[in-house]
């Protein structure tokens, strides 16, 4: 039995991975601010007698023993992180330096859920992990992507510096049950929308691409890459390659749920990236590790999902 610290364990991703790693036999504590991240998405845990939960915010020191780190704490919706987008920065960098210190005084492995967003608005199509990335620094999404890649930098300095054993992923678009129905991510918001018969809102023209992966793959490729030996740090993309427009998932999700709902077009914010898509040839070769879930079958799983919860409320 390992002890696990998963930084962000009431977050939509969060929870899953507390879930699978309790399911797996370990000790998982999960250390939460609750900015985006819900207790409902944990309290089925609570009865475990080998999880435990703990107020915190990264940005300030945290001291534990604990063999493993899943460093996941940072807001990832858009209109989440754009909030308070100081503490966004601060949350990557100084969260990214707290947990990176822990991990060297106990010695720990520790994973850091990197994004796509660090390759910006990519020119580089798919984008491979030597893509040195397209990003504005001073834009709307600067304060998420350049604390990520922040983020992995203070990694690649604390593995080279310190010896501490690290492992970074690259996270493309994720989506799934327990996602907050007002995160303004594009699949939670396009599924809330069409199952209430509201105007689905597509920002610019929809021919923007986005490539979804459904979230138990993201927890098996998190699951393999943490059990890498040391010789293999990442960065390593995990995301589905399958490419989409906005306006080819808005149809999709009319067509799931037989919605009346109409497409609407609304400004396309600023520094939307025009395409994104994962080169996933070496997470393939390094972590025998491919998505399995195709969008229909994940959007099926997540329409679901929200439908019992739009019940319930
Ligand atoms: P989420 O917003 O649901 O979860 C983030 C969690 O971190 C929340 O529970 C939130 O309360 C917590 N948190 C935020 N700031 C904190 C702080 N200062 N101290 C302690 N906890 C804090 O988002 P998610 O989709 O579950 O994302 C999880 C991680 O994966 C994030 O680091 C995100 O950048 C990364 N990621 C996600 C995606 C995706 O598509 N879901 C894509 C790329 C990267
Ligand atoms: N988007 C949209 N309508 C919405 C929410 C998002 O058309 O209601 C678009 C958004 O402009 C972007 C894409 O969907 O081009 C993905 O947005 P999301 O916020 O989910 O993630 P990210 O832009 O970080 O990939």
Redesign the pocket.
């Known amino acids: 039995m390992k002890r696990i610290l998963v930084?962000?364990?009431?977050?939509?991703?969060?929870s899953h991975l507390c879930e699978r790693l309790l399911n797996e036999g370990n000790e998982v504590i999960s250390?939460?601010?609750?900015?985006?991240?819900q207790k409902k998405n944990i309290v089925h845990l609570m009865d475990n007698p080998y999880f435990e939960v703990v107020r915190?915010?990264?940005?300030m020191p945290f001291f534990i023993e604990v063999d493993e780190i899943y460093n996941?704490?940072?807001?990832?919706?858009p209109v989440?992180y754009q909030y308070n987008p100081i503490?966004t920065v601060k949350?990557s960098v100084m969260?990214a330096v707290n947990m990176l210190g822990l991990a060297k005084r106990i010695r720990a492995k520790i994973l850091q859920?990197?994004?796509?967003?660090v390759y910006g608005d990519p020119q580089v199509h798919p984008q491979t992990e030597s893509y040195w990335g397209h990003v504005n620094p001073i834009g709307t999404r600067s304060c998420y992507d350049e604390g990520?890649r922040v983020g992995e930098t203070l990694f690649m300095n604390y593995h080279d510096q310190n010896d501490v054993r690290i492992k970074i992923i690259r996270?493309?678009?994720?989506?799934g049950t327990r996602?907050?129905p007002a995160?303004g991510?594009v699949v939670s918001n396009f599924i809330v929308q069409a199952l209430k018969g509201e105007n689905i809102t597509v920002y610019g023209e929809g021919d923007q691409t986005r490539s979804f992966q459904y979230v138990d793959d993201l927890i098996n490729g998190m699951l393999k890459m943490m059990a890498t030996g040391d010789d293999f740090i990442g960065p390593v993309n995990i995301g589905n390659p399958g490419e989409f427009t906005i306006l080819e998932l808005a149809q999709k999700v009319i067509e799931i749920t037989g919605s009346k709902s109409k497409i609407i077009y609304e400004p396309l914010p600023s520094d939307d990236p025009m395409q994104r898509k994962p080169d996933i040839s070496l997470a393939k070769e390094k972590l025998d590790w491919e998505p399995k879930i195709p969008l229909e079958e994940g959007l099926k799983k997540t329409i679901a999902y929200f439908d019992q919860l739009l019940k319930e409320s």
């Not at 859920?113 to 967003?117: G, I, L, P, V």
């Not at 996270?171 to 989506?175: A, G, L």
Request: glycine share 14%; aromatic share 12%; hydrophobic share 30%.
């Open positions: 930084t962000g364990g009431a977050g939509f991703v969060g250390l939460d601010n609750y900015f985006t991240g915190h915010d990264v940005t996941l704490a940072c807001p990832a919706s989440h503490k949350t969260g859920a990197s994004t796509s967003e990520k996270i493309f678009n994720t989506y996602m907050h995160d991510r």
